[in-house]
């Protein structure tokens, strides 16, 4: 029997356990960041509106808070309040662009169908790196100019929508544009009730995204190292492993070619090993073709030339 590669095995236990330090790292990596968004990210969104009010003799004072029900005639503006703060714990830039939009939006049938939109750019700031992100804008809706717009359309066409104009405040950071915070105001209804919306799921994608890169890339590079050294290793010592295997190799005169025969090119050398070595069978050499004679099949590997 051939003897084993004792350098193949011995690369082999060394690949597996680089690989199983590569997983505690990564392991420790992952608890320590994925799991608690706050260890990357510090945020505080202290956003919030107010209604102002058109002088009256109804209502003492001017100003109503959110969540309230308001009347629609009676608002000279919905003041929004964007106070919006990121920061990296690590201490790393923060490349971010921010956009403030409303969009009006009429529609059809109860509000199943969008028949006419119309967007607006309120404000914008553009390709900001800096270690905070920091966004304190107050912004003085004119709600009867919106109302105005809205009955102007339905007039022309002389139709009735359902209304609505989405005030978003838009953020993308580092490349991932999916944080906003989102008002909803309806229009051209007698008594409205706005809601406001936030959306931070952007933090959990940044971190999984961060998280995975670094695993995914930690795992491809070993793995890579792995499969390049060993196949490097094995390439490089053909030569080796044919010595290890001299007792069933016959160098020959004969050229590994019949008629009527089935030849079999294999393009690893260790397959043709295992054949010789699982049926008992002799090696045969023929200027470095190496081939194996079985049920009338010839199994051949051709040995390059370094």
């Known amino acids: 029997m ?68 308001y009347i629609a005639s009676s608002i000279k503006s919905i003041d929004i309040y964007f106070n919006y703060y990121l920061k990296n714990n690590f201490n790393e830039d923060i490349n971010y662009s921010y956009y403030i939009t409303a969009s009006l939006k009429s529609y059809a049938d109860n509000g199943t169908k969008l028949i006419w939109e119309k ?40 139709i009735k929508t359902e209304n609505y104009l989405y005030v978003k405040l838009n953020i993308k950071i580092n490349s991932t544009a999916n944080s906003y915070i989102l008002l909803t105001i309806p229009i051209n209804e ?32 070993i793995a890579i190292i792995i499969l390049v050294i060993k196949f490097n290793y094995y390439k490089d010592n053909e030569d080796d492993i044919l010595k290890n295997y001299q007792d069933i190799i016959i160098n020959t005169k004969n050229k590994p070619f019949r008629n009527n025969n089935k030849i079999i090119y294999l393009t690893n050398l260790k397959d043709l090993i295992n054949i010789a070595i699982n049926y008992n069978l002799n090696i045969f050499n023929y200027h470095n073709n190496y081939y194996i004679i079985k049920d009338n099949t010839y199994y051949i590997y051709i040995l390059k030339e370094k």
């Open 190 to 221: 007698n008594i409205i009730e706005i809601t406001m919306q936030e959306d931070n799921n952007f933090l959990n994608t940044i971190n999984q995204n961060n998280t995975l890169n670094k695993k995914e890339a930690f795992i491809i590079t």
């Open 119 to 158: 967007d607006f750019n309120l404000d914008s700031n553009k390709n900001i790196k800096q270690k905070e992100l920091i966004i304190n804008k107050v912004y003085n809706l004119d709600y009867q100019f919106y109302l105005n717009y809205v009955r102007s359309f339905q007039e022309y066409y002389d």
């Open 2 to 69: 051939a003897k084993k590669n004792k350098k193949i095995k011995i690369l082999t236990i060394l690949s597996i356990i680089l690989f199983a330090i590569g997983i505690l790292l990564l392991s420790k990596d992952y608890f320590n960041k994925f799991n608690s968004q706050e260890n990357i990210y510090q945020l505080k969104n202290k956003t919030y509106y107010e209604v102002t009010l058109n002088p009256n003799n109804y209502f003492s004072n001017n100003k109503i808070p959110s969540n309230k029900y």
